[in-house]
């Protein structure tokens, strides 16, 4: 099967902050797959546009399906830096079917998904209440899917644990005042991302540290507090390249309901990622997470702050019960949470595939 990758090669368009997540776990899965037996082409839309800018980035896109004419365009989109037009085309005119895997459904359909939907044959969610959003505006050929763990890459890692807990991710919602709870309860505990001391790190050493941690937080409250800054991303938006621009007013009610539904918990990527590289996977709850893993067995979820630091002295104090959970969230993982097996049943879904 030939497929066109079209998706953002560094976080947020940046290059200077390393690869984005969808590189480093849909490309890189893509390529690999079933022995890497797909032929996957790369269209880095971030990277050309930042040398081309937008229009003809967007020419490039066309001509790029034109030239290779692949069975599947698979898009993650970002933004609006793909035009509706350049998708509706490629969707009508190509013989490609087009796929978008649509992230944070939970909070982004208002102002986001609802909107780019129709373009394409057919799209993804996350969410699990998303897919009857999606029947209400018409659309059916929507797939509920969810994160994995790109196996290709996470790997448990034979490294003494130097860590009681560590966190990484940036310090959203209550997330500061929970680490300050633990640390106040007489614990150690450590945490990297943008807006803590220790910082940003790499891919690679965030793998080694879910290895080297006895106890791998995952705090999965988001942002969703009204403040001014919530406020003012109703009216004005930030582009790839950091400048403000005027939001159209039928937006302005979308945004309202984005930044309230932004309270809803989702599962994330790291529910997978830390049980994928054989680390103790200590988690709050989310949407549907228990549908994943069994709590107590091979994750475990905490309800408050109290039970949170409760578990977290419990499961340092029991080497062989976090142990025993860790192998078994690890071996969950490799049997039913890789993105080779998503994108699999993705393919049979939409036809391309037996």
Known sequence: MKILYIGMKYEYGRQELGYSFEHYNFYDSLKKIEGGKHQVSYFPFDEIMREVGRDKMNEKLLETVQKEKPDLCFFFLFKDEIKKQTIKKITKQSGSITFNWFA?????FYNFSKYYTPLFHWVSTTDSQAKEKYHKIGYKNVIKTQWACNHFLYKPLNLPKIYDVTFIGQPHGNRREVIEKIKKAGINVKCWGKGWPAKRISQEEMIKIFSQSKINLNLTKSSGNINFRALASIFLKRELNESLKFVSPRYWFPNFQ????KKREQIKGRNFEIPG???FLLTSNADNLKDYYIPGKEIV??????????KIHYYLAHEDKREAIARAGHERTLQDHTYEKRFKEIFKIIGLTK
């Not at 944070?104 to 982004?108: A, C, I, N």
């Not at 984005?258 to 539904?261: D, E, K, R, V, Y």
């Not at 979820?301 to 409760?310: A, G, H, M, S």
């Open 277 to 279: 590289s054989g680390g």
């Open 104 to 108: 944070d459904d939970h909070f982004r």
């Open 301 to 310: 979820i905490f309800q408050n702050t109290k039970d949170l630091i409760d």
């Open 258 to 261: 984005s930044i309230l539904a």
